[in-house]
DNA sequence: GATGAATGAGAGTTCATTCAT
DNA sequence: CATGAATGAACTCTCATTCAT
């Protein structure tokens, strides 16, 4: 009993370091980008010693790798699999499918960076996934391959608008967003055909 | 007239001297990306000393702009004010406006680098300034702002797939192209209503 | 109090290197000048990297200062501020000022260095400011600021005779010495009248 | 005749150029100090090339001494070996050494540099021999190396205070100028007992 | 003479990572 | 687990000087 009260003890304490270094991980990254971001800023900002940081990640990119991790998971809670994308206009399911990534992108202020860091293809493999699935539902005859295709591209489009995006606030915000819509509106529907 | 040779000699060392040293950066920035080269490596690479490197260009990212700039007179030379825009099918217009480019791309290989490098602005604007004016000439009654936003997201969308372009060959590379080529003009077909 | 400890070790080793590197600086400082001086050389006369230089010290005028703050530190201990300095011969009140200050700058080799060095202000303002209160209390009806004005301008020439004091020895040193202490004599005596 | 004049006109040219590169020298070495002055800013400030400026002048502390050399001259010129010494009050002899040198090291820009920077021994030397040769005129009966001894302090205490007068203008330049007549007043009179 | 390109060792500084404590 | 000292190669950039033209 004794036994297996200690290592929870130690686990739990090592997650909350793990999720101390990864939300100083998070700021470091916003701020600076992956590649200036410093393992020793990092640690600094969780208020911990280089060594200690570590101790839970064996390099750089395993912070953005877990940080990555961390926002797949995110998508996937606000991922609804049982909404309706079948009979439904496009214009809905591409808000939901923009919408919510738009604001966890705002509220984890590292996903920008960690989305285009060459360590967190997992990241952008995910988000893939989900739209690859969302077009399959829809467009169930399309062929897996070109399916795949068209998810990759309009995932690189969300990605490539998305720094303008969360720069701008307010109405220019709301432009920019807009106009991924449409693009991604414009896009999906030709290739629907 | 004598008198002017002369000093064109030493020029025409010293720019025989910057285009290698270009072309070596253009080496190093395609193989490392703008970060990650090193000033010593583009040297090493032009045959000459460090010290050379820093007598043509100030820093590392002097270096980059001029790269920029070439590449922005190169699209220069391929771009023809006088093409028709108007009564023309819109394929036509993008296949004039991506296929020069992919190519200029591919012969340049740090292109695709430059075109992300911070230093290198106005290798973006410029490409935007062209799609801009091309829009212009093809669907005047557009608000200029409204058509700056278009040509900035057509020029994202560009550079977002630039790379997976350039990354294949081939069969894949075909369909790339033939993708971004859709995405467009089905963007801006709607946004020419 | 056991905890305290631990701690401290830490520390230990860190204040050891900070004194090994000090020392380290002083000799090269007091062989090459400040600006001659190279970190990497301070580096490895302490026999470390250069990186472990940089862990203590952010950058060469640092350790520079840090020097001068020492010196600060042996000026001030040696100085006794309860000394007798009215009613009292000039001549002794100038051997308790000069004697220990030329003896402090022949054991810490970089003294003279360090007074000069822009990086080290605080040396020569903590020496001026020594010889500003010992001025106070000699002669109290000095005004301020022109009390000041005497305590840089003997500080001054004390600074203009050191390297030669130091450079000489024997007989030649002790001329030197003699000749300083002549001059501030002579003019401290013109000045408080 | 032809050679003659050629030659003379070569001679001239060279001289000119000269002139050129010192007065370069002069704002460069004035505005950054000996170390600090670069070769490739003196030749760019006198409007020539590096390779030029080293076809006069073999190494940086050459200009320097030649520096040195100009202000010895124009200390000469100043100088009036026939002023009286015997029978007229210190003050005027002092007055009479301190005042031209401030103006002249008003007026060249990097008297004070070349004052300190070791490639200029002369300056200081030349100085130094005509307070040498003022105190043997004014005290003969006192021992040549003693003399020799006191016009070398005398010498670096002017040094010593020259930075704060210049460094000042106005009534604190008087201040400081007055402050160092005043110590070289007390100190040779001291001295001349 | 004059040019300016060329040199190259070396400056100060950084940082991902390791290791003794 | 945690610490923070230690590493050292590598980075960008400099500059007195030389040399081909």
Redesign the pocket.
């Known amino acids: 009993m004794v036994e297996t009260v200690k290592p929870r003890r130690?686990?739990a304490?090592?997650e909350r370091?793990m999720a101390q270094l990864l939300n100083a991980a998070e700021e470091v990254f916003a701020a600076d980008g992956f590649n200036?971001?410093?393992?020793?800023?990092i640690?600094a900002a969780a208020?911990?010693?280089?060594?200690?940081?570590?101790?839970?990640f064996?390099?750089?990119?395993s912070m953005a790798a877990a940080l990555a991790d961390r926002y797949v998971d995110v998508l996937a809670e606000v991922h609804d699999p049982e909404a309706k994308v079948v009979g439904v206009p496009l214009d809905d399911v591409i808000n939901r499918m923009v919408d919510p990534a738009i604001e966890i992108a705002e509220q984890h202020r590292a996903f920008e960076a960690m989305f285009w860091a060459q360590p967190c293809d997992k990241l952008r493999d995910s988000v893939t996934e989900n739209v690859d699935r969302t077009i399959a539902t829809r467009v169930p005859e399309l062929d897996p391959s070109r399916r795949r295709l068209i998810a990759t591209v309009t995932v690189k489009i969300f990605g490539a608008l998305l720094p303008s995006i969360l720069a701008a606030s307010g109405r220019e915000r709301a432009e920019m967003t807009g106009e991924l819509k449409r693009v991604l509106r414009a896009y999906l529907l030709d290739v629907s055909d």
Chains 1, 2, 3, 4 share one sequence.
Do not use: D, E, M
């Open positions: 130690r686990q304490r090592g370091r200036a971001a410093t393992t020793n800023a640690a208020g911990v010693s280089p060594g200690t940081l570590y101790q839970f064996p390099n750089k990119g």
